[in-house]
């Protein structure tokens, strides 16, 4: 599906206080990570996507993270269910937002699902069973998008798409504790080196891969694939260990 638009929302003036227990987490400066969102938001523009900005929520740290409040597929939009409880509420107007366009579902207790966890494949979906995410969120979310869901187990890990992301022409970038899964078999895979593993979370628009700056040997391996390639300085949201496609719901 090729992506026309995309849902985002600026980081609010609580976002310093975001969830994470990256070593800088304690040094996030709101004023740099808006310039870098404001960046990002440029760089979607420039690829040809409409954006469609929410307002700021801040009572929500972590708000501008919007993927994790919905998972996208066909005409059909689930809306998740945060699975630290201090997070739900921010789905809200992600949800006002996608009703203009998709029918919607969303997930209901005890369910725990977030988009972090979701990885988009061309035909079918792999969700993973995380900190964040469970098996109930996964089984609501499958009976309302009506589509093939694979799951894969970690509970040492916040979100699946930290460590696969399905860049198109068959091609997925991952660590290499995955390359062996026998649900990427059919894949022709890259994989990053753990000291990289932070640009696996890329963001792919129209074969145009946005990536962190911080590392050459993925990029130049994304490019070698047959990518264009677009690098920006995210270290910001690294601090509160999100990414790129963390800052937007494409669709």
Known sequence: ???EKAIVREPSKSYTQCITSHPLGHTVSLDLARKQHNKYCDTLTELGLELIKLPLKDEYPD???????????????????MGVESRRGEEVDVESALRQYFSISKATNSATIEGGDVVHLPSSLICGITQRTNYKGVEQMRN???????????????HLKSYMKYLGKNILITSKEYENHPLVKDLDLLII????????NCLSINDTIIMSD?????QDLVKNAG???ISLNMSEFEKCQASLTCLSILF
């Open 227 to 229: 990518f264009e390639v």
């Open 63 to 81: 708000a501008c993270f919007v993927e994790d409040n919905a998972v996208v597929h066909g005409n059909k939009a689930f809306i998740t269910r």
């Open 1 to 3: 599906m090729k992506a």
């Open 193 to 200: 080196p753990k000291q990289e593993y932070y640009s696996i």
């Open 214 to 218: 911080k590392f050459q040997y993925a």
């Open 144 to 158: 309302w998008l009506d589509v093939q869901i694979a799951t894969i187990e970690n509970p040492n890990i916040v």
